[in-house]
């Protein structure tokens, strides 16, 4: 049970890496290309809706097939689109080889394969099980920056692409076998369909007629805003200010390093204080550190560049084992992994405009102030619709 969670972890950890490595390679287009924010945002926007569009298919194939096959399969997408990326020149490639082919191996690699597994393994400890997977999402947004960074520096950004690349397809059977014995059992797709014939937990047609259904994913989509209206450019947003472009990404780095510790905590206090409660307490906290970048006038203000770094890095992603775990408290049963992928379509909604939005204002107003101001907004709404889902619904 405990090595389950440890292979969630890790595999999960190296998917969102090579994902979260974009936030680098953006200021890198920007100065080879001479591409606009709004323009190199877009294979991230690409990406998020990719990634929420495709989550159904994903919960769905996990529900059936297990986690190990769709983790080989997404782990040689994966390798496939980082290799590729290095022969990219125009817009589009990476339109096509980040936004489709990376997010999809991305997303066989990701929470939704997890969820359904550890809900069944964790139950009284569902909230911390969840927070462990997802802490690996800011743990590897963390190392993802500076160590792009320097491999960008001393490889170029076509070099560094070719030994992700490289290294992925490396990594691909190990984490493979991390999963062995997890495979549906042969006579488990009749069984699963007499649970649901019999009325054992929720179908998705049942989950979409409650009204909890469709505030968990707006929940999810003003997370998505609020959250990616910041990080897909906290790195561009610092250099603009005058900070050397390593020492930033060493800073917000630091600060991402702390959603580690901090999405456990939160996720665990969510088994006892209420998902809600947590939910709306890891708000708050990401709010504050978007204050503090507002605050940001000039390349003096180290402490503030800390603050802001240290106060949206401890909740980022923080959320998540409170929605995840909510949804898995709402609608339990075989078709969760289904149920948990449409509602997921929420956050590559908000992601993917999120960081569209913030490129796009930025090249209108000439700063990134407007769309800080509008990531505090999308988060109150969040914590708004989060706190309406206090009470279970009733099946229909």
Known sequence: MWLLLGGAFVTFSVGA????????????????????RADVSVAYMVSQVVSGLSSPLVGSLVDRL??????????????IGLLASCYATSLWHMWILYG??????????????????????FVKNRGMAVSVVQSANGFARAFSAPLSTMMISGLGWRGAYMW???????????????????DP??????????????????????????????????????????SFLVALHQLAFAIDIGFDKLYAAWVLGMGAFLSLPGVIVTGTLSDYIGRELSAVV??????????????????DQHLL??????????????????????????????????????????????????????????????????AFWLSIFFYVCGSVAFWALRRPPAVR
């Not at 078709?335 to 930025?362: D, E, H, Q």
């Open 66 to 79: 297990g986690p190990r096959r769709l983790i080989l399969g997404g782990g040689c997408l994966l390798a």
């Open 305 to 370: 560049l800390w603050l802001h770094s240290c106060f949206f890095g401890l909740t980022w992603g923080a959320r998540g084992p409170a929605i995840t775990a909510k949804t898995a408290d709402l609608f339990p049963g075989p078709n969760l992994g289904v149920i948990l992928g449409v509602i997921s379509i929420g956050t590559g909604v908000g992601a993917g405009a999120g960081a569209w939005l913030a490129g796009f204002v930025y090249d209108m107003t000439g700063t990134y102030r407007v």
């Open 100 to 121: 489709v082919v990376m997010t999809l191996g991305a997303n066989c690699l990701g929470l939704v394969v997890f969820v359904p597994l550890l809900s069944r393994h």
């Open 17 to 36: 890496g090579f994902m979260h490595s974009y936030t680098v390679f953006l200021v890198a287009f920007i100065e080879a290309f001479g591409w606009t």
């Open 164 to 182: 992700q690349g490289i290294f992925m397809a490396a990594l691909i059977v190990p984490l493979g076998l991390l999963f062995r014995g997890t």
């Open 282 to 299: 890891t708000y708050g906290t990401s709010i504050v550190g978007v204050a503090c970048a507002l605050l940001i006038t000039g390349p």
């Open 185 to 226: 059992a042969p006579g488990s797709r009749a069984a699963r369909r007499a649970a649901i014939t019999s009325g054992e937990g929720w179908t998705l047609k049942q989950a979409m007629r409650t009204p909890h259904f469709w505030l968990l994913m707006l929940v999810y989509v003003f997370t998505g805003l609020g």
